[in-house]
């Protein structure tokens, strides 16, 4: 009796063991890349649908994987390229021969590249023809809908932000800056976050500004301000935008901030630093501010001390402190020769080289007004021994 008993409990235990076997599925299959080569080391991602579940594996150099011990259950099987989605497929695995889930890339490259062009095609006329339609679930039906939707929008929206930038810069060549203004202020609640839009709203104020006096140019300054420091919260790393925000500071005559932001540009931008500070230099010439032209342009100098143009108009900005005696004698301050000798230097032909010339001629004996050209050819020098 006791070995019936065994016998009986030994075969119902045979029989869990099959029963729990059954239970188990595989999934195995290959990956081709776009290039039509197996794909070594892509990663295999499996997710149960149905309930939680995760499962991962790599293909081998042969393209090939295997997943051995999943549970019967519904799946989503991911192929991921560097990490990066490439193609899935749904499975639901039974007992028996292993599920074959293969992905050949190149099929999926080409259907994308076909829903693409659809989708492109659908854009165009806003709305998906039946053909596009054929073979889709409503859940993808919905989706592309909405994408079609969402892109027919942006290309309106985008459409409508070039036409207003372009009606702003033709407006800024025929001089209109009243309409310029309008333009670029459309652009910019169209576009906010359009770099050039602010940029070029800021400038649009500077030269509406010039037009203006009283408060009607302090108003369209300070609203120039606004758009630049709009575009400098954009891309805070940008020189140009700090750049032409100083020198609409130079304007409102906000010279401390001014200087500050000059500074960042030149920090951000060392190569061109020179041509700021020469810029500056230029406009606070145009403001009756001597000394501080002087001090941007000798900066300019250093930051770039082969700057011809700088050392000629800081010379410039020297020859105003100069004296006059009761004889007409012209004294000039230390550095005022150097300057020009100096832009005569790097420019023998340049612009200003007759300018420079006549300036070292006015101070007179005070300095040496010949000037040789550093690059001729020198005569060797001879000497004669005494007999």
Known sequence: MQLRNIALATAAMACLALTSFAQITTVEGDVIGADGKPVQNAEIQITRTDIKGNYKCKTNKKGHYIYMGLPIGDY????????KPADQQKVHTSPGDPKNISFDLRAAAAEQAQRQAAMEKAVQSGQLTDEMKRGLSSEQKAAMEKQ??????????????????????????????DQAVASFTKASEIGPTQLAVWQQLGEAYVK??????????DANITKSLEAYQKSIELKPDDPA????????LAKAKKFPEMQAELKKAADLDPANGGKYYYNLGALLVNSGKNDEAGEAFKKAIELTPT??????????????KAAIGADGKVTPVAGTAEAFQKYLELQPTGQYAGAAKEMLATLGSAVDVKYQNPNAKQEKKTTTKKK
């Not at 079609?148 to 290309?155: C, D, G, L, Y």
């Not at 935008?241 to 609409?248: G, I, P, R």
């Open 208 to 217: 509406l500004a010039e037009t203006k006096t009283g408060a009607d140019y």
């Open 307 to 320: 700057y011809a143009d700088a050392y000629y108009q800081y010379g410039v900005t020297l020859i105003s």
């Open 76 to 83: 989503q099987i991911a192929v991921l390229i560097d990490g």
């Open 241 to 248: 935008s700090h750049n032409n925000y100083a020198l609409a």
């Open 148 to 177: 079609v939707k969402e892109r027919t929008e942006a290309m309106k929206k985008n459409a409508e932000l070039n036409t207003a930038f372009n009606e702003g810069m033709t407006a800024m060549t025929n001089k209109q800056f």
